[in-house]
């Protein structure tokens, strides 16, 4: 796949690194009690900001917040998903790829195509859909499985995100997509 | 107490970039080295030291004095909500022998929402200042939501209004304390006098030195107000409120 991105006249831009933790309360020894939990996902192109979700409630805040949790010792870090990958510019596009590792194991590739014209906060991610399903088929694929082929996502199951596209979308998307791996 | 360092510590949430099929991110690059100061400064500690008073003479003319030996006059006003945990941690959330935990302060100020973690009060009988470890973030203003979900569960809240004076290192708060309404508009006056703090922020080998120079500022101001160490210590449970906190 990296061998016909940069076939494709693709240059090599910088690394992805994307980190999704799961966070659980830590409880007494012998208790029956479900732990809380949340997930704090860091995305290398926001190094000082992390984003935490837990259940409905998504919130961005600075990365010093993993330093409150350590100090007040009520939630510990249990499993860790990662994307350690390249990101590539090709023309308008971004193409970012690389594998998903989970504990030592490699579940799968993640391949993450942006549209950068498409970068305005007034318009919708998904009104150039047809043009990156194009995209990805004609140049990245063909896929004969197309289900791993996200062209769309429901936000409405979140109606506490904001109108406009933010990271906090993005942090939701990537937190699904390691959820169904 | 300390927008001194909520100003190094925040920077404005970033707004919406770009927008990806399956996930979107934005366009700025970090270099190794950025990662590696952050790295750096997420694993050093930061300590607040303060001395704390109440301004019982005339406020314009201690005004005058701080204004002649601050450099900058800031208006401050926000609300201040304190999250207490539910969660039994083996964590250092209680000074020993005393009523002040490790708190978590989420702050509303201009429509921007901060959080600050604020430890136990350090026992340094040798030193004469009020030193708590501290860490500032600025979070987005649902994080509330996420406290309680987490296992926090809001303790009391209150407004500050006042005033901000500061030099390079140091930073002096003349504030005063507003009951919250139900309706969550500001109610009267918790005590009728103004608070003043004193804070400077220190790393772990710097409490002795922060101490004097708070100190030092401190006697240049006693003439109007009295600047001490406020000992934690002297918040102690009552004997029945301890044994009631022992039983839950």
């Given at each position: 796949?990296?061998?016909?991105?940069?076939?494709?006249?693709?240059?090599?831009?910088?690394?992805?690194?994307?980190?999704?933790?799961?966070?659980?309360?830590?409880?007494?020894?012998?208790?029956?009690?479900?732990?809380?939990?949340?997930?704090?996902?860091?995305?290398?192109e926001?190094?000082?900001?992390?984003?935490?979700?837990?259940?409905?409630?998504?919130?961005?805040?600075?990365?010093?917040?993993?330093?409150?949790?350590?100090?007040?010792?009520?939630?510990?870090?249990?499993?860790?998903?990662?994307?350690?990958?390249?990101?590539?510019?090709?023309?308008?596009?971004?193409?970012?790829?690389?594998?998903?590792?989970?504990?030592?194991?490699?579940?799968?590739?993640?391949?993450?195509?942006?549209?950068?014209?498409?970068?305005?906060?007034?318009?919708?991610?998904?009104?150039?859909?047809?043009?990156?399903?194009?995209?990805?088929?004609?140049?990245?694929?063909?896929?004969?499985?197309?289900?791993?082929?996200?062209?769309?996502?429901?936000?409405?199951?979140?109606?506490?995100?904001?109108?406009?596209?933010?990271?906090?979308?993005?942090?939701?998307?990537?937190?699904?997509?390691?959820?169904?791996? | 107490?300390?927008r001194h360092?909520?100003?190094?510590?925040?920077?404005?949430?970033?707004g919406?970039?770009?927008?990806?099929?399956?996930?979107?991110g934005?366009?700025?690059?970090?270099?190794?080295?950025?990662?590696?100061?952050?790295n750096s400064?997420?694993?050093?500690?930061?300590?607040e030291?303060?001395?704390h008073?109440?301004?019982?003479?005339p406020?314009?003319?201690?005004?005058?004095?701080?204004?002649?030996?601050?450099?900058?006059?800031?208006?401050?006003?926000?609300?201040?909500?304190?999250?207490?945990?539910?969660?039994?941690?083996?964590?250092?959330?209680?000074?020993?022998?005393?009523?002040?935990?490790?708190?978590?302060?989420?702050?509303?100020?201009?429509?921007?929402?901060?959080?600050?973690?604020?430890?136990?009060?350090?026992?340094?009988?040798?030193?004469?200042?009020?030193?708590?470890?501290?860490?500032?973030?600025?979070?987005?203003?649902?994080?509330?939501?996420?406290?309680?979900?987490?296992?926090?569960?809001?303790?009391?809240e209150?407004?500050?209004?006042?005033?901000?004076?500061?030099?390079?290192?140091?930073?002096l708060?003349?504030?005063?304390?507003?009951?919250?309404?139900?309706?969550g508009?500001?109610?009267?006056?918790?005590?009728?006098?103004?608070?003043v703090?004193l804070?400077?922020?220190s790393?772990?080998?710097?409490?002795?030195?922060?101490?004097?120079?708070l100190?030092?500022?401190?006697?240049?101001?006693y003439?109007f107000?009295?600047?001490?160490?406020?000992?934690?210590?002297n918040?102690?449970?009552?004997?029945?409120?301890?044994?009631?906190?022992?039983?839950?």
């Open positions: 796949m990296v061998k016909r991105i940069e076939f494709l006249g693709g240059t090599k831009v910088s690394t992805w690194n994307i980190v999704c933790s799961l966070y659980l309360e830590r409880l007494p020894n012998n208790t029956n009690q479900i732990p809380r939990e949340f997930h704090l996902i860091t995305l290398d926001r190094p000082k900001k992390c984003f935490m979700i837990s259940h409905e409630a998504i919130v961005e805040s600075d990365k010093e917040m993993i330093s409150i949790l350590e100090k007040t010792d009520s939630f510990r870090k249990r499993q860790v998903t990662e994307i350690n990958g390249s990101k590539y510019e090709l023309g308008d596009f971004i193409i970012r790829i690389g594998p998903i590792f989970f504990r030592t194991e490699t579940k799968g590739i993640a391949i993450e195509v942006e549209y950068t014209p498409c970068s305005k906060t007034s318009t919708s991610p998904f009104s150039c859909t047809k043009l990156l399903s194009e995209f990805i088929n004609g140049n990245l694929g063909p896929f004969p499985d197309q289900s791993v082929v996200q062209a769309t996502f429901d936000f409405s199951a979140y109606p506490k995100l904001p109108n406009n596209y933010t990271d906090l979308h993005t942090s939701y998307q990537y937190l699904n997509l390691f959820k169904s791996i | 107490m300390n360092q909520y100003q190094n510590a925040g920077s404005p949430i970033a919406v970039n770009s927008h990806t099929m399956m996930a979107g934005g366009v700025s690059n970090s270099s190794n080295q950025d990662q590696n100061t952050l400064l997420l694993t050093t500690n930061i300590y030291c303060s001395l008073g109440i301004l019982t003479t406020q314009s003319t201690f005004i005058q004095r701080v204004k002649g030996m601050m450099r900058s006059e800031q208006l401050v006003s926000w609300k201040e909500m304190v999250y207490k945990t539910t969660i039994q941690s083996a964590g250092p959330s209680w000074a020993e022998g005393s009523i002040m935990p490790s708190e978590i302060h989420v702050r509303y100020e201009r429509n921007n929402c901060f959080v600050r973690y604020i430890g136990t009060p350090q026992i340094k009988d040798n030193i004469n200042a009020m030193i708590r470890n501290v860490v500032d973030i600025k979070v987005s203003d649902r994080f509330f939501i996420l406290l309680s979900n987490l296992g926090y569960v809001k303790d009391y209150y407004f500050v209004d006042g005033y901000c004076y500061s030099t390079y290192s140091l930073a708060y003349l504030v005063n304390h507003r009951r919250v309404l139900q309706d508009t500001k109610g009267e006056l918790l005590i009728k006098n103004n608070m703090e804070q400077c922020l790393g772990e080998e710097g409490f002795m030195s922060a101490s004097e120079h100190n030092t500022y401190a006697e240049y101001l003439p107000i009295e600047l001490i160490k406020f000992d934690h210590r918040l102690i449970l009552d004997p029945p409120s301890l044994q009631q906190s022992q039983q839950q």
